[in-house]
């Protein structure tokens, strides 16, 4: 079984940066695309970034472009976000998953869910 465990919120100020991890077990990583999403309590999961590793393509919501990076390390099975510049909007609970395809977790078809880690970011 899958199963994906996120790590490294915390609570920084406007402009900081943060890395969040998710230590991917019971399968390689490389089996999977893998993506990260972010929600806000009464509002809908938002899609925040995805990557290939088929192609080594990374997607990026709007939003994040240009202040957030997705990576991943296959041989330790970890997907990081590095996230910089952060902004009190981006105040959420940050979830990873895996699925298929870069589409799929566009689409938020994900196969396999963390349970996310929190991050606040305040002004």
């Known amino acids: 079984q899958v199963q994906l465990v996120e790590s490294g919120g915390g609570l920084v100020q406007a402009g900081d940066s943060l890395t969040l991890s998710c230590a991917v077990s019971?399968?390689?990583?490389?089996?999977?695309?893998m993506g990260w999403f972010r929600q806000v309590p009464g509002k809908d999961r938002e899609f925040v970034a995805a990557?290939?590793?088929?192609?080594?393509?990374?997607y990026y919501a709007d939003s994040v472009k240009g202040r957030f990076a997705i990576s991943r390390d296959n041989a330790k099975n970890t997907e990081y976000l590095q996230m910089k510049n952060l902004k009190v909007e981006d105040t959420a609970v940050y979830f990873c998953?895996?699925?298929?395809?870069?589409?799929?977790?566009?689409?938020?078809?994900?196969?396999?869910w963390g349970r996310g880690t929190q991050v606040v970011v305040s002004s």
């Open positions: 019971g399968s390689p990583l490389s089996s999977h695309a």
């Open positions: 990557t290939s590793w088929a192609t080594f393509t990374h």
């Open positions: 998953a895996a699925a298929s395809t870069t589409r799929d977790l566009r689409d938020q078809r994900a196969d396999f």
